[in-house]
Nanobody
């Protein structure tokens, strides 16, 4: 299971760090991703990281502001969000999969529950 946490209310320009802790099995060999879904919109890719951190991907909308990282020893992936904007408001989900082929898609095998992020302008 994947458990996302760290969401909350932040002012525009502020920062938040999301965490996604895995339990029940180890995800150290899996690609891990973050997605978000705003009201009335489809779930969209935010960032992803390969099992060893050697490959990292970002959506253009967050590039330069968000940083994904992972600690395999803690079975945890993080999303550091800086210079936040009102358009970052969404429910954020973490996901895991065995294959890098799904990295920017919503075809991940494992999904956590979401954590709400609200950016006030």
């Amino acid at each position: 299971q994947l458990q996302a946490s760290g969401g909350g209310l932040v002012q525009a320009g502020g920062s938040l760090r999301l965490s996604c802790a895995a339990s029940g099995r180890r995800f150290s060999n899996n690609v891990m991703g973050w997605f978000r879904q705003a009201p009335g919109k489809e779930r969209e890719f935010v960032a992803a990281i390969s099992w060893n951190g050697g490959r990292i991907y970002y959506a253009d909308s967050v590039k330069g502001r968000f940083t994904i990282s992972r600690e395999n020893a803690k079975n945890t992936v993080y999303l550091q969000m800086n210079s936040m904007k009102s358009e970052d408001t969404a429910v954020y989900y973490c996901a895991a999969d065995y294959s890098m082929s799904v990295v920017t898609t919503t075809l991940y095998h494992y999904w956590g529950q979401g954590t709400q992020v609200t950016v006030s302008s």
